[in-house]
Every structure is written in C-alpha cells, then in structure tokens.
C-alpha cells in the first residue's frame, strides 16, 4: 500500500490513491487541474511503528506490574504507575495530555468464608450476588444427581431435598443467574457452583436484578470433593455490596487538524494481573503510533488518543467519557477506533464486524462497515486474511456505538478456540485458545505473538493516520485537498465573464 510516490498528480488521483480508503472523488475536483503534492502521512507512521517500539512499552508495563504486586489492575498502585508512563511518553512526544477523574460503582465482596464438616474451603462470591446475614448460615450440603449437576432446568431439581440447603451445582450448558434462579426455586438457601475447568470460578449473575439468593464458586477440585459429602453441614457467609470509587483516563488529542472532526482511537489501559497481552498490547500500540505521529502532523482532523480505565471492572472508564460529552460535542466525534487485545500468542485476525456480514451481532452505526473494510484492505495487501468479530459489547466501543458513533478495530482472540481452517491460514494450533493465559497470571512477557503484534500495530497507525487525513468514507466530511479544489473550482466559475453573461440573460 505504499503511497510514498514523488511529485505532484491532480487532486483526484492524489485523493483516489493517497488513503487506500475508497475514497469517492467528486466530479468538480477531478477535472481540476491544480495539483497538490502526494502526501503519504499514514504509510510513514506505519514504517516509523515498529516491533522495537512497541515492545518496549510492553517491558515497561511488565516492569510496572513486577514493582506492584503482579498486577495493573485499576484501583491498584500498578494502574497509577501505567497512567504515569503512558502521560510521560506521551507529552514527551510533543502532546499536551489530561488525565479525566470519572466514578463508578464496583461490587465488592468482603467477606467470603465456607466450611464444609468443618473443612474450610476456598469460595469467590459471583458478581451481584446476594448476602447472607452477618454471621453467615449454617445448612446441610444438597447435591445435584449424576446427569443433572448442571441444574439448567427445573427438571434437574426433581427428587433433591434442596429446601434450606446449600445446593451444590455444576457449571455449563447455561448462566449462573439460571442456576441460582432455579435453585432458589427448588427451595435452596444459598447456591455453589463448582468450576467445569482449571482454577477459581469468578463469575457473574449478569445484573442485580437476576440476583436471587446467596451464590459462590469454588474449584473443580473443591467441587468434586463435595459431590460426594451430601448431607454435610455447610457454614458459609458472604458480605457483598456496592462502592464507589475514582478512576482516571488519558486523553491526548494532536494539536493540529479539525477539532470538529476528530479520530478518536482508544485502547485500555487496566489490566487483570500483568495483562500484557490484554491490553498491555493495544495500549502500547495504540501509545507508539501516538508517538510516532506526534503532537502536530500534517492532518486535516484532529486524532485524539484515549486510554482508558476500569475496563476490565464493566467498561467503566469510555462509558463515563461517553457520557460526559452533550450531544454536539459526541458530534465532534467522526468515528471511534478500538484496540483490545492485538498479540494474542495463538492469534487470530480479527476485524470488528462493522457491517454485521458475520451474522453474530447486528451491524454498528453507519461508517462502521467502512472501517471494518480498511482494515480488511490493509491487511488484504499485506497477504493477510482476515475474519469478522462481532460487536459483543465486551469492550470500550461499546458506549460509542449505543450513541451513534462508527466504530471498528481490531482484536487477536480471547478465550475462544482457534479452529483448524484458521490455523491453516494463521498458523498456530487449532483446538487451543487464542490465548490461554486470557485473565491469568501468566499474561505476560512470554504470552504474545509478536509477528501479530507488529503487523496489527502498523495497521493501527496506518488507519488512524489515514483517518486523520480523510473521514469521507466514513462520514462524508472530505479532505482538505478536495475542499480547496472544490472552493477554487467555485472562484474560478465565479469570475467567468462566460459565466456571468449567462446570468445576465438567462
């Protein structure tokens, strides 16, 4: 996709070629014969974006999370100190930056203890779950039948002494709100749900509304050792609630170009443990294309660059952006551009699904298609085949889009399992997670594929700079060369005296 030629062409063929967008040329402007030199912003950012780079703000983050206790977690010091480089680098890079306060409401869970026959064993409150009383329950252990540990239907309860129980369930197949809901039917006290993989269960009722009785999960190890303890006295206790606390974003915004008409592209910054790969990955990149663009390139629309907090705690940090803004300055806005997770270590290629072709999600506000489809170009000329990932609401364009706003970006996989029609075309093992290590301790350093890294991060500088250039895919605003063009074609009609005495006797 180079477009480093020299010299200068008409407008319409400087515009045509110089973004690799689609962009649509105006009859006016391509029988102009002014020309304007070729600009080839967005090509030399992306070459300016490199591996070395991007890695290095990776080491960084790595160190930060080694000086504070493992993790960059929002609320924790470790998030204070990634804030702290991400603004040092960037006002280095020449841009003035903020760093917004914003408030949200966290679930919190204080006290979390169970025994059972006097064992004490491991338990993680779910999300939104209910309260005991102080001081806890005491109640027998139920169980759920061989066949019907899942507990997804009322049929599954049939025959369990379940009232005034702890019930014991078995995850899969179907939400944990389901399961509590019909547990608490079945007459339970309280409900466990015990981990189908490796490791805590540390879930969510989904909402508070969907909350119905007192629900904790524990290990599959510890799950299966209680199936087989049925009638056992069960002490347990949790003391959960809401709390408010303070968070901060970045933002920084080049100082040139049409305010107006911003390109906003954002990635988070929070983390779960280290979170290398997620989102240590889109924050660097997104932190080295800002970098290598600098405080005042030569753009029509101004690019503003977020980073955004509490993410991984419910998206709060781009959702109270979002709505800070009125509705004019949302219009300011030309379109949003997110980065979640781009070095998934078994990686896929994952654009956005802006046009909704993938039939998971319906499709994002006008514009978005378009975005999707200069990633896809991009990666196209570079021999990469890409797929769709559809708009799941799990990460910051979430908010965007419910107000209007085009959204696309990209994304390497998460928890989701590589087939073997994608390892055929991407490499990497098919039947295994795109990355294993997704909200685990082990998402660091050693957990990302930096063949995918370097190759998604030139295609975040090379859209977002391009986008910076020209929005008129997207929205219809056109660039500053096609304005001049059409603005001198108009003087020159202007002053016709042919044209003149057309109006005189026409």
């Known amino acids: 996709m180079s477009i480093t030629r020299s010299g200068a062409r008409p407008a319409a063929v400087v515009l045509a070629a110089c973004l690799g967008l689609g962009l649509v040329v105006s009859p006016a402007v391509a029988d102009q014969q002014d020309t304007f030199a070729v600009r080839s912003l967005p090509q030399d950012v992306a070459n300016s974006v490199n591996l070395t780079g991007v890695n290095r703000h990776l080491i960084a983050l790595q160190r930060i999370a080694e000086q504070n206790g493992g993790t ?23 841009y003035d930056v903020s760093t917004p306060e914003f408030d ?19 338990v993680e409150a779910l999300e939104y779950t209910p309260s005991t009383a102080e001081g806890g329950i005491t109640a027998p252990l139920a169980v759920l039948p061989a066949g019907s540990e899942l507990g997804c239907t009322p049929e599954d309860y049939a025959g369990v002494e379940a009232a005034g129980s702890v019930l014991l369930i078995r995850r899969g197949e ?4 389901l399961k509590a809901r019909l547990a608490s039917e079945a007459g339970a006290a ?7 993989a490796e490791g805590s269960l540390s879930g969510t009722l989904g909402d508070p509304s969907l909350a119905t009785i007192p629900t904790g999960g ?3 190890a510890e799950g299966d050792a209680l199936f087989s303890q049925a009638g056992d006295e069960v002490d347990f206790e949790l003391i959960a609630g809401f709390e408010t606390r303070t968070s901060r974003n970045v933002i920084a915004q080049t100082r ?10 954002g990635a988070h910054l929070d983390s779960v443990y280290a979170g290398i790969n997620d989102n240590g990955t889109g924050s660097a990149g997104l932190l080295e294309t800002a970098i290598q663009l600098g405080g005042a390139p030569d753009v ?8 955004w907090g509490a993410e991984e705690l419910g998206l709060h940090g781009s959702t109270e952006y979002v709505r800070s803004l009125d509705f004019e300055q949302q219009l300011d806005i030309a379109l949003y551009l997110n980065f979640d997770m781009i070095g998934s270590p078994n990686a896929g290629y994952f654009v956005l699904d802006g046009d909704g ?14 975005i999707e489809q200069a990633f896809v170009d991009y990666f196209s000329d570079g021999g990469v085949e890409t797929e769709g990932s559809d708009f799941s609401g799990r990460s910051d364009y979430a908010e965007f889009i419910a107000v209007g706003i085009p959204s696309g970006g990209l994304f390497t996989g998460a928890e989701g399992l590589k087939t073997e029609e994608q390892a055929e075309k991407w490499g990497g093992v098919a039947g295994e997670a795109y990355d294993p290590n997704y909200h685990f301790p082990e998402d660091d350093l050693g957990n990302v594929d930096r063949v995918a890294l370097e190759r998604n991060a030139k295609a975040v500088a090379y859209v977002t700079a391009a986008y910076g250039e020209s929005t008129e895919t997207v929205n219809g605003v056109p660039p500053r060369a096609e304005r001049a063009a059409v603005r001198a074609a108009t003087r020159s009609t202007a002053s016709s005296p042919a044209d003149r005495a057309d109006l005189v006797t026409s």
Do not use: H, K, M
């Open 72 to 94: 960059r977690a929002d609320g924790e010091p470790g998030y204070d100190a990634s804030v702290e480089y991400v603004v040092g680098r960037l006002r280095a890079a020449g």
């Open 104 to 122: 949200y409401e966290l679930f919190v869970a204080t006290t979390e203890r169970l025994a059972v026959a006097g064992e004490s064993v491991e």
């Open 174 to 177: 179907c939400d944990f709100a």
């Open 190 to 196: 309280a409900a466990l749900i015990a981990n189908n």
């Open 218 to 220: 524990v290990t599959r």
């Open 256 to 265: 040139t170009g049409r305010t107006d008409n911003v390109v906003l592209a």
């Open 300 to 307: 029509d629309n101004a690019v503003r660059f977020a980073w």
């Open 357 to 370: 072709s993938e039939g998971l999600s319906a499709p994002g506000p006008y514009g978005s298609a378009q």
